[in-house]
């Protein structure tokens, strides 16, 4: 009798362990992204790249991914959870000795009318220079490539096997590689990305009955939410700060001066003020080093400046687990010396973050200076999702506007504005006229230490319109923000 | 007594040249919805053509009377049509007055989308109704295709050489 309650004990309690394990195991795959982790593509090759290179080609990697199903059917991917750029890169990198290869230019039409089939439309968020391509497909010529200065979108199209399509849209130059590596990987990732879960776009000219191409979600997401997120520095952990320091200053902080704010803000100084680094309070990282007259001087291109601030970000914070990307490069001057500013963005849970600085909403809060050979300023300040398990409760589901419910709401707003510096527009036909000029509308994530609690990002829509780029909060449809570009 | 009465005759006089000059500078925000009798109350957007080779259809209208609209959609059957969706009430907005729908996962076939449309009084008005067929993406292809004239390639040598 005590044998059987023993073993009757044992069973019961294996039972209870075994549905534990369940539950955990359940409440863990709802927590991480499940695209993050399933293969998407099953053929597709893994390309083998050195590390340096593909950390670079990571961070050049485009910032959206326009699929077109055709028939008017089209979604956009934040994020390249279909591994697409690789793909991508690996027609580049097979294609550029071929003999056989031809670039010629041509017009914007034909690349609008390749739009309306099958098709994938990469866009990068600067103009990428074909001495960069060369880079990491590691190649030291430009050869044929020459043709091309730059690029900042690229079309793969299923209507045409052996070409592909490169535009520099700012400058309106469009061009066609002929005899470019086939494309049938693209066929099967399109269909894979057709059966899954995707937002649907359509034109603005589908929704509204206007002359404009540009895409529109028509639902709110029901997969997306607000998430729980931690600083990348905490500025009262010792540990955390001295080990950033150290990657700017060296293993001996010694010869740095440390000083530490009543705020909780610390700064680091080498010398006389040569370099400086602070992380204030809220966890944001300043530094900047004095002009060094014989580095800045150098002429370098910008391909070689651009890889040099890559490298910089790399070695002072990296981008793992954040989805960073190169998203504008600026020329600039200073002390008669020519730079360039690179900005970087980072993305969450398959979307942008946004986040306010110093009063404004800025989309690239990594930001780095190279003046020659020198980098003299560097600027950080990232939020990590907080992974956390909460055992048998539901994600906590966000009711969200749709972009159409958002401009509908705002809409007399929206047209004032645009009256203001459209004066000529009749008031007949202003209301077409404002939605044609809709550029672009896109979901992301916003970061707002002032108004919101340090550890939640909130959804916001970001909608361009003219000259003027609005941001929404996502659930009350409110203004938060305006800017002009 | 005078006085009161010039004082009251200048108050008059500047709240109604103040009321004057408001109303000319008051421009109202034009909306889209012009409010026409001759017209059609709503206008159909999408779907623009009868033909959706996808298996999802966008539709998408525009309220342009003062009028509430409820949209149903049919699948056109031999004996009988299914209700395949609806009757849901046409959600206008504020300003634009325009409504899209997404419907998914249709099969081959006809479908007809029929508007009901009631006035502010809630008298009915004559429904809209406009069909479209959809089409299998692949049949459709090789349709296409079969329809291209077939040549061989003694033909085109002809050409080629005729032309040389």
């Given at each position: 009798?005590?044998?059987?309650?023993?073993?009757?004990f044992?069973t019961?309690?294996?039972?209870?362990?075994?549905?534990?394990?369940?539950?955990?195991?359940?409440?863990?795959?709802?927590?991480?992204?499940?695209?993050?982790?399933?293969?998407?593509?099953?053929?597709?090759?893994?390309?083998?790249?050195?590390?340096?290179?593909?950390?670079?080609?990571?961070?050049?990697?485009?910032?959206?991914?326009?699929?077109?199903?055709?028939?008017?059917?089209?979604?956009?991917?934040?994020?390249?959870s279909?591994?697409?750029?690789?793909?991508?890169?690996?027609?580049?990198?097979?294609?550029?000795?071929?003999?056989n290869?031809?670039?010629?230019?041509?017009?914007?039409?034909?690349?609008?009318?390749?739009?309306?089939?099958?098709?994938?439309?990469?866009?990068?968020?600067y103009?990428?220079?074909?001495?960069?391509?060369?880079?990491?497909?590691q190649q030291k010529?430009?050869?044929?490539?020459e043709k091309?200065?730059?690029?900042?979108?690229?079309?793969?199209?299923?209507?045409?096997?052996?070409?592909?399509?490169?535009?520099?849209?700012?400058?309106?130059?469009?061009?066609?590689?002929n005899?470019?590596?086939?494309?049938?990987?693209?066929?099967?990732?399109?269909?894979?990305i057709?059966?899954?879960?995707?937002e649907v776009?359509?034109a603005?000219?589908?929704?509204?009955?206007?002359?404009?191409?540009?895409?529109m979600?028509?639902?709110?997401?029901e997969?997306?939410?607000?998430?729980?997120?931690?600083?990348e520095?905490d500025?009262l952990?010792?540990?955390?700060?001295?080990?950033?320091a150290?990657?700017?200053?060296?293993?001996?902080?010694?010869?740095?001066?440390?000083?530490?704010?009543?705020?909780?803000?610390?700064?680091?100084?080498?010398?006389?003020?040569?370099?400086?680094?602070?992380?204030?309070?809220?966890?944001r990282?300043?530094?900047?080093?004095?002009?060094?007259?014989?580095?800045?001087?150098?002429?370098?291109?910008?391909?070689e400046?651009t890889?040099?601030?890559?490298?910089?970000?790399?070695?002072?914070?990296?981008?793992?687990?954040?989805?960073?990307?190169?998203?504008?490069?600026?020329?600039?001057?200073?002390?008669?010396?020519?730079?360039?500013i690179f900005?970087?963005?980072?993305?969450?849970?398959?979307?942008?973050?946004?986040c306010?600085?110093?009063?404004?909403?800025?989309?690239?809060?990594?930001?780095?200076?190279?003046?020659g050979?020198?980098?003299?300023?560097?600027?950080?300040?990232?939020?990590?999702?907080?992974?956390?398990?909460?055992?048998?409760?539901?994600?906590?589901?966000?009711?969200?506007?749709?972009?159409?419910?958002?401009?509908?709401?705002?809409?007399?707003?929206?047209?004032?504005?645009?009256?203001k510096?459209?004066?000529?527009?009749?008031?007949?036909?202003?209301?077409?006229?404002?939605?044609e000029?809709?550029?672009?509308?896109?979901?992301?994530?916003?970061?707002?230490?002032?108004?919101?609690?340090?550890?939640?990002?909130s959804?916001?829509?970001?909608?361009?319109?003219?000259?003027?780029?609005?941001?929404?909060d996502?659930?009350?449809?409110?203004?938060?923000?305006?800017?002009?570009l | 007594m005078?006085r009161?009465?010039?004082?009251?005759?200048?108050?008059?006089?500047?709240?109604?040249?103040?009321?004057?000059t408001?109303?000319?500078?008051?421009?109202?925000?034009q909306s889209?919805?012009?409010v026409?009798?001759?017209?059609?109350?709503?206008?159909?957007?999408?779907?623009?053509?009868?033909?959706?080779?996808?298996?999802?259809?966008?539709?998408?209208?525009?309220?342009?009377?003062?009028v509430?609209?409820?949209?149903?959609?049919?699948?056109?059957?031999?004996?009988?049509?299914?209700?395949i969706?609806?009757?849901?009430?046409?959600?206008q907005?504020?300003?634009?007055?325009?409504?899209?729908?997404?419907?998914?996962?249709?099969?081959?076939?006809?479908?007809?989308?029929?508007?009901d449309?009631?006035?502010?009084?809630?008298?009915?008005?004559?429904?809209?109704?406009?069909?479209?067929?959809?089409?299998?993406?692949?049949?459709?292809?090789?349709?296409?295709?079969e329809r291209?004239?077939?040549t061989?390639?003694?033909?085109?040598l002809?050409?080629?050489?005729d032309?040389?």
């Amino acid at each position: 009798m005590k044998n059987f309650n023993r073993e009757k004990f044992k069973t019961i309690l294996l039972i209870m362990l075994f549905t534990l394990s369940i539950a955990l195991n359940q409440q863990l795959w709802e927590k991480i992204s499940l695209d993050k982790i399933t293969p998407s593509v099953k053929d597709t090759e893994m390309i083998k790249m050195d590390n340096d290179t593909n950390n670079i080609s990571n961070i050049l990697s485009p910032q959206s991914f326009i699929i077109n199903f055709g028939g008017g059917l089209h979604t956009i991917l934040h994020s390249d959870s279909y591994n697409i750029w690789n793909e991508v890169v690996e027609i580049f990198r097979k294609s550029y000795s071929l003999e056989n290869v031809s670039i010629d230019k041509i017009d914007k039409e034909t690349w609008m009318d390749l739009q309306k089939f099958r098709s994938i439309e990469v866009k990068l968020g600067y103009n990428m220079q074909t001495g960069l391509l060369s880079k990491i497909i590691q190649q030291k010529k430009l050869g044929k490539y020459e043709k091309i200065e730059g690029f900042d979108k690229i079309l793969i199209s299923l209507m045409d096997e052996s070409s592909i399509y490169v535009a520099d849209e700012k400058s309106n130059h469009y061009y066609v590689i002929n005899g470019a590596s086939k494309v049938k990987n693209f066929e099967k990732l399109i269909q894979n990305i057709e059966h899954g879960n995707y937002e649907v776009y359509y034109a603005l000219a589908d929704i509204y009955g206007i002359e404009n191409n540009n895409l529109m979600p028509i639902e709110g997401n029901e997969d997306i939410h607000n998430i729980e997120v931690v600083k990348e520095i905490d500025p009262l952990s010792e540990g955390q700060v001295e080990a950033f320091a150290r990657t700017f200053f060296g293993e001996n902080l010694d010869f740095v001066r440390k000083i530490r704010e009543t705020n909780g803000s610390v700064i680091y100084m080498y010398g006389y003020g040569q370099k400086a680094l602070k992380i204030d309070h809220k966890g944001r990282l300043q530094y900047v080093e004095k002009i060094d007259e014989g580095k800045a001087s150098k002429n370098i291109k910008i391909d070689e400046a651009t890889e040099m601030a890559i490298s910089f970000v790399l070695e002072h914070g990296n981008m793992e687990g954040i989805n960073g990307y190169l998203k504008a490069i600026k020329p600039f001057e200073e002390e008669n010396q020519k730079g360039y500013i690179f900005s970087f963005g980072y993305g969450l849970n398959n979307l942008p973050v946004y986040c306010n600085y110093n009063g404004k909403i800025i989309d690239t809060p990594i930001e780095v200076k190279v003046l020659g050979e020198q980098v003299i300023s560097y600027t950080r300040f990232i939020k990590r999702e907080k992974v956390a398990i909460k055992l048998l409760e539901n994600q906590e589901q966000n009711y969200i506007l749709s972009s159409l419910q958002i401009i509908d709401m705002n809409f007399p707003m929206i047209q004032k504005d645009y009256a203001k510096t459209n004066e000529e527009v009749s008031q007949e036909s202003i209301t077409d006229k404002v939605l044609e000029s809709v550029q672009s509308i896109e979901i992301g994530y916003y970061d707002d230490p002032i108004r919101l609690p340090d550890n939640e990002l909130s959804l916001i829509w970001v909608i361009k319109i003219d000259k003027i780029v609005y941001y929404f909060d996502a659930a009350t449809g409110k203004l938060l923000w305006r800017s002009s570009l | 007594m005078n006085r009161k009465i010039i004082t009251s005759a200048l108050i008059l006089v500047i709240l109604g040249a103040s009321s004057v000059t408001g109303h000319a500078a008051y421009k109202p925000v034009q909306s889209k919805v012009n409010v026409n009798v001759n017209k059609e109350p709503i206008e159909i957007i999408s779907p623009k053509g009868d033909i959706i080779v996808q298996k999802s259809v966008l539709i998408s209208v525009q309220v342009r009377q003062n009028v509430s609209v409820s949209l149903s959609v049919y699948k056109e059957e031999e004996k009988e049509d299914t209700l395949i969706f609806g009757p849901e009430k046409v959600d206008q907005g504020e300003s634009l007055k325009f409504y899209n729908k997404q419907l998914k996962d249709l099969s081959a076939g006809k479908y007809k989308m029929v508007f009901d449309i009631m006035d502010k009084e809630g008298n009915s008005k004559d429904p809209i109704t406009k069909s479209f067929t959809v089409k299998d993406k692949e049949v459709e292809m090789n349709e296409t295709l079969e329809r291209i004239p077939k040549t061989n390639v003694t033909n085109i040598l002809d050409d080629i050489l005729d032309k040389k």
